[in-house]
């Protein structure tokens, strides 16, 4: 294919916090020329582009090196796109709009164009009169919506020969010059943008030499596309998985009108597959000139997407273009080439009246006057080349395996009408051998994509069935993984009951610390009452010893007195007796006092007794509480260690149970990634299956097309054989040669016949096939969606998070009055760069 490749340009945006907070760090060095990237993270990579910007590139740098020379190409009467792609937060708005439309330095590409545009307009001659008109639409699941007028929010797109492809009831406003354009974009800010959504804004400038009557349209595409949306790890209902099939068709479109338009296999690209790729067909591989801004995070963090979006654009680089001006011609030109044509057709007049000429004398049997051989020769050499063209002239010429017409001398009218007739035969002929090499040739094409599809489904199919079974494994060590939890969550409740048990025994020990204080302090109580008592026998033991002694004492002075008495008395006789009585008394009252004091001492003996029994209980008690103390403090111990083995024990089940949670959700995340990625490819598979469909179709319209040419044939057969009777009235000889003539052109006709009924069986059996085929496919689909669903159940926590979009809007511009949309409401205005 010739043409222009379409031109890359890289961009890098410097890391965000999230990357930084994660610990990435920049892994690509740009060479010197700026346009070769090589990433240096987990892997080493390098890439190629037309321009590669590192993340320190400023917003003017972009414009001067890589998009100033679009708006050259767009007022030198060239269409032009500019793309903006990359991953999600890789800075596509930031480079097409800017942080700021109003900041001389953060503003994007889009303002400076629109700047740039209204400088050449003001430096143009006076004599060009220029029409800038602008619109601006947004797809969402397949739905285009006019940014001006947001009501409009389902728009077609239509097709046809004179237009191309254009949004039916898109509004186009005209604009004057720098401020209204912003006056313009500002307004549509407050109905644009979901990161889900692809923006387009077109520009078309049309200029007009008054003088001259020259004149020039084009159009420049400002494109920001979406970014992938994810299948979210929660609420993977149906109808959420649909929803972001919608959103990302366009997307999966565009790499696949990409790879088609590379790969030099496949004879069809699937432009109508998206309302993107269809409203942009032409900036991918047509009539325009077309740069992709690819945008990409330089962090190791998110290295994949990086590595993935610079795949794509080296992809995009080798997409073909044909732009060409769109340019009409001045009067003068139009003139020059008015006469051109005259003095041709004058030209040919005089050859077609040579050529009548030459045949007169032919048939009259004159033979041509040499003179005029000269004439027919020059017109031949100087004219034949611009004859106008007939496609099928030339063909039919050429084409030697047709039987050679015999030369027959009829009548001039029978003559003239029978060769008209041929001819016309002829060329219906040559038209259906081209159009059934056409079938064929579609046939073909057909045939390879079918085997290709079969491939991509064996594929499919095959990774399919690795995704089952990593699915069964996954779901094997999810069970594995739930019992263990369950395991230990049991050992966690058992650990937690010795734990309560633990903290019961600590408690027990508590209440036995405290009777065992209790039990010290009657103890130490008791100890005082009994020191006390043994005071109290000592005390009494003196006292008995004291009354003792004293009574002995008492007893010797009696005795002395006594003796004294008797000894010292007069009447012996007399107070003998009297003497003898008081010692009788003395003697019974000492009995009765010592008796007494016996009495008293043997109490308090008892007393005594009974006090060191008490005692030595008491010891007993206090060495029994003391055992019972120790044996307690060394339960305490024992349960102390126990309990601090327990904790560790908790502690380190808790630590596993942790990882064992954190597995199961790496477990779970991975289980989502393989849902969303066998979703991706049964969505591939969907669009396939339309494609197919799509052919499948075509080809029975070629079918039933070519039933129409048979008929339309037969209905030349029997014109034939009318020529044929009409012949029979001729005279013998000629009759003879006519017949001839019918015949061999009958069986021509025949053999064609043949041809054409052998291919519309072959088309029959294509067809028949490629059903069979289709309904396969859809089988398969449906095998795939049943299995996806199956699969899908188990994972009740995926979610889909619906983008953020900005609704409302009021009522629509009217053409060239854009004044009024700057006051309109305020309300889901997107911050990033108004
Ligand atoms: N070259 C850059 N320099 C400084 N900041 C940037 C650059 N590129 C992007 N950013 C910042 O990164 C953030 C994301 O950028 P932006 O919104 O343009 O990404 P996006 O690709 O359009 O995202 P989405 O597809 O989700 O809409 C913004 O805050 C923007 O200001």
Not at 249 to 278: C, E, F, Q, W
Not at 785 to 805: D, E, H, K, M, Y
């Amino acid at each position: 294919m010739s043409g222009f490749n379409i031109k890359v340009v890289c961009r890098f945006r410097p890391q965000n916090k999230l990357e930084i907070d994660k610990g990435g760090f920049p892994t690509i060095e740009i060479d010197e020329n700026g346009t070769r990237v090589t990433l240096k993270g987990e892997t080493t990579s390098s890439f190629t582009f037309d321009k590669v910007f590192g993340m320190d590139t400023t917003q003017k740098d972009v414009f001067d090196y890589s998009i100033k020379s679009i708006v050259d190409d767009v007022t030198a009467g060239y269409n032009s796109t500019i793309f903006a792609y990359g991953k999600t937060d890789s800075g596509k708005t930031f480079t097409m709009m800017g942080a700021d439309i109003n900041d001389k330095n953060t503003k994007g590409i889009t303002p400076r164009i629109i700047e740039q545009v209204f400088t050449r307009i003001n430096n143009a001659p006076s004599n060009i009169k220029f029409t800038v008109k602008l619109s601006y639409m947004e797809i969402y699941m397949e739905r285009v919506r006019d940014l001006f007028n947001p009501s409009n929010d389902d728009l077609t797109v239509y097709e046809d020969k004179t237009q191309g492809v254009y949004v039916n009831g898109l509004y186009e406003i005209c604009v004057a010059n720098r401020d209204e354009t912003y006056q313009a974009i500002t307004y549509t800010n407050m109905n644009t943008k979901s990161s889900h959504s692809h923006s387009i804004m077109v520009i078309t400038i049309i200029q007009k030499d008054i003088n001259t009557g020259a004149a020039k349209c084009s159009k420049l595409f400002l494109v920001d596309l979406a970014s992938l949306k994810k299948v979210g790890k929660t609420n993977s209902s149906e109808q959420a998985l649909e929803e972001t099939k919608k959103v990302n068709k366009s997307l999966s479109t565009l790499h696949m009108v990409i790879n088609a338009l590379t790969d030099g296999k496949s004879g069809h690209v699937p432009y109508r597959n998206s309302k993107l790729t269809h409203i942009l067909r032409e900036s991918l591989g047509g009539n325009s000139r077309t740069t992709f801004i690819i945008n990409c995070s330089p962090s190791s963090y998110n290295e994949a997407n990086t590595i993935s979006t610079l795949i794509f654009g080296v992809r995009a680089k080798a997409v073909k273009n044909k732009a060409k001006a769109n340019a009409d011609l001045s009067f003068a030109k139009l003139k020059a080439l008015l006469k051109k044509s005259k003095t041709e057709t004058i030209t040919f007049q005089n050859y077609i009246a040579a050529l009548e000429d030459e045949e007169n004398s032919r048939r009259s049997g004159k033979a041509s006057p040499e003179d005029k051989w000269d004439m027919l020769d020059e017109i031949n050499k100087d004219d034949i080349t611009t004859l106008p063209s007939e496609p099928n002239f030339k063909t039919i010429a050429d084409d030697t395996c047709r039987p050679i017409t015999p030369f027959v001398t009829l009548e001039n009218d029978e003559l003239e009408e029978s060769l008209k007739r041929e001819k016309k035969l002829v060329n219906q002929l040559a038209e259906k051998e081209t159009e059934l090499k056409n079938c064929e040739k579609l046939l073909e094409s057909s045939k390879e994509e079918i085997c290709h599809y079969k491939s991509q489904e064996l594929s499919l199919h095959q990774e399919n069935q690795q995704f089952i079974a990593e699915i069964a494994e996954l779901r094997l060590q999810l069970q594995k993984l739930s019992a263990e939890s369950k395991e230990k969550e049991i050992n966690d409740d058992s650990l937690k009951e010795t734990d309560e048990s633990v903290s019961l025994t600590i408690n027990d020990t508590a209440i036995l610390r405290h009777y065992l204080s209790n039990a010290q302090e009657s103890l130490n109580q008791y100890t005082k009452t009994i020191d006390s008592l043994q005071k109290e026998n000592q005390a009494l033991e003196k006292n008995k010893v004291e009354y003792e002694s004293r009574l002995k004492k008492l007893e010797e002075d009696y005795e002395e007195l006594f003796s004294k008495t008797v000894a010292t008395s007069p009447e012996n006789e007399n107070t003998e007796e009297a003497t003898s009585a008081l010692k009788v008394d003395l003697e019974t009252q000492y009995a009765s006092k010592n008796e007494i004091q016996q009495q008293e001492i043997g109490e308090l003996r008892l007393e005594v007794e009974e006090l060191k029994q008490v005692i030595s209980k008491k010891t007993e008690d206090i060495l029994k509480l003391s055992q019972n103390l120790q044996s307690m403090k060394e339960a305490n111990n024992s349960l102390l260690n126990i309990h601090s083995e327990c904790d560790k024990k908790i502690n380190y089940m808790r630590k596993t149970m942790d990882e064992n949670s954190a597995n199961l959700t790496a477990i779970n995340e991975a289980l989502v990634c393989k849902l969303q990625l066998s979703y991706e490819k049964e969505s591939e598979l969907e669009i396939v299956k339309n494609e197919a469909q799509e052919k499948y179709d075509y080809a029975l319209k070629a079918g039933s097309e070519a039933e129409k040419k048979v008929a339309i044939l037969e209905r030349s057969l029997d014109q034939l054989s009318t020529v044929q009777k009409q012949a029979s009235i001729l005279p013998n000889s000629s009759i003879c040669l006519s017949d001839r003539k019918l015949a061999a052109r009958n069986e021509r006709i025949q053999q064609l016949e043949a041809l054409l009924q052998h291919s519309q069986e072959e088309l029959i059996k294509q067809n028949r096939k490629l059903g069979e085929q289709i309904n396969l496919l859809r089988e398969r689909l449906q095998q795939a969606t049943s299995l996806r669903s199956q699969r899908v159940v188990p994972v009740s926590f995926a979610r889909i998070a619906r983008p953020v979009r900005g609704g409302g809007g009021e009522a629509a511009p009217t053409d060239c009055q854009t004044n009024t949309l700057a006051s309109s409401t305020e309300k889901n205005k997107r911050g990033s760069w108004i």
